[in-house]
């Protein structure tokens, strides 16, 4: 059994101050592995980070089927989810600011997680200093977040998502505000403290250089999955051939291959040797070759 199963999964937010619905998931089918470390990637608007926020327990799902671990996500209110989110849930976000307090050390930052979990002072400060050696900063513990760089401020956010060790770290664009060396070495110790702590890590990019650090790569476009691959066998996005049919019979083909199509047209469909073969083409036969052969 997978440790995060998602089923048809759908989002629709209503905007207050209008009738719309905007649908931002159309029914994902996912499922994830335990300590496995996943991207998401997609243009902005595709529902990516939605399915984060899914995954954290901050939005509640319109229909469908959501769980991690033992927690049915899709059945839980609003107290269980931020019960949920205390305990096995660990955040970094783009924005600094919402993975720190810039008013204190970099140590107390890492120790707040512990003392919101009763842990004593002495035990939650030992905690917290051998996570910030973990990342790479135990030099720098006693400066507040304003004293570091970018990439140290996301490594010590790093420390933080991990004090309580969740059962699910989750990053949003973690490495949207750092140039490319900087986030080379963020991804490093991410990559780091997914393995070492066998926890499974979901990130979120729009950048297919920062997901290619990942063990997999999911594409969401329009709210539902259209491709996937491990990173070991892809060298471009155009590399990705792999999708999701769910139990509907419905699929969501890749970027790259829409933009091949003539879309809102027919399309030919054919079993063949084992095969199932797309194509446009008004004269469809197994023999032929053909020219948009999926």
Same mark, same amino acid.
């Given at each position: 059994m997978s440790f995060i199963e998602i089923r048809d999964l759908i989002k629709i937010y209503r905007p207050k101050e209008s009738n719309l619905r905007v649908p931002a998931l159309r029914g994902v089918e996912l499922n994830?592995?335990?300590?496995?470390? =996943?991207? /998401?990637?997609? &243009?902005?608007?595709?529902?990516?980070?939605? %399915?984060?926020l899914m995954l954290a327990g901050m939005a509640e799902p319109s229909a469908?089927?959501?769980?991690?671990?033992?927690?049915?996500?899709?059945?839980?209110?609003?107290?269980?989810?931020?019960?949920?989110?205390?305990?096995? +849930?660990?955040? =970094?976000?783009? /924005?600094?600011?919402?993975?720190l307090i810039w008013e204190i050390s970099a140590l107390e930052n890492v120790e707040i997680p512990l003392r919101l979990l009763g842990i004593p002072r002495e035990r939650r400060i030992r905690e917290a200093k051998d996570l910030l050696r973990e990342v790479g900063m135990d030099h720098r513990m006693n400066h507040k977040p304003r004293q570091l760089s970018g990439g140290e401020v996301q490594r010590v956010g790093l420390a933080c998502a991990?004090?309580?060790? &969740? /059962?699910?770290? %989750?990053? $949003?664009?973690?490495?949207? #505000? %750092?140039?490319?060396?900087?986030?080379?070495?963020l991804l490093k110790y991410f990559k780091? %403290?997914? #393995?070492?702590?066998? /926890?499974?890590? +979901?990130?979120?990019?729009? $950048?297919? $250089? +920062?997901?290619?650090?990942t063990d997999r790569i999911i594409q969401i476009v329009d709210g539902r999955i259209s491709g996937f691959s491990q990173t070991k066998n892809l060298k471009t996005i155009s590399d990705m051939h792999q999708v999701y049919l769910d139990r509907y019979g419905s699929l969501q083909l890749p970027r790259h291959i829409i933009e091949k199509l003539e879309v809102q047209q027919k399309i030919n469909i054919k079993e063949e040797d084992g095969k199932i073969i797309l194509s446009q083409n008004d004269d469809f036969t197994?023999?032929?070759?053909?020219?948009?052969?999926?």
């Open positions: 994830i592995e335990q300590g496995e470390f =996943l991207s /998401i990637i997609g &243009p902005s608007g595709s529902g990516k980070t939605t %399915l984060l469908g089927y959501l769980r991690v671990g033992d927690f049915r996500l899709d059945q839980y209110s609003e107290t269980d989810r931020s019960i949920y989110r205390r305990y096995s +849930v660990g955040t =970094l976000w783009q /924005i600094p600011n919402r993975n991990l004090a309580h060790k &969740p /059962i699910l770290l %989750l990053a $949003d664009e973690p490495t949207g #505000e %750092l140039d490319s060396k900087t986030a080379g070495e780091h %403290l997914n #393995e070492s702590y066998g /926890i499974t890590a +979901v990130m979120v990019t729009h $950048d297919f $250089d +920062v997901a290619k650090a197994p023999s032929k070759k053909m020219k948009n052969q999926k």
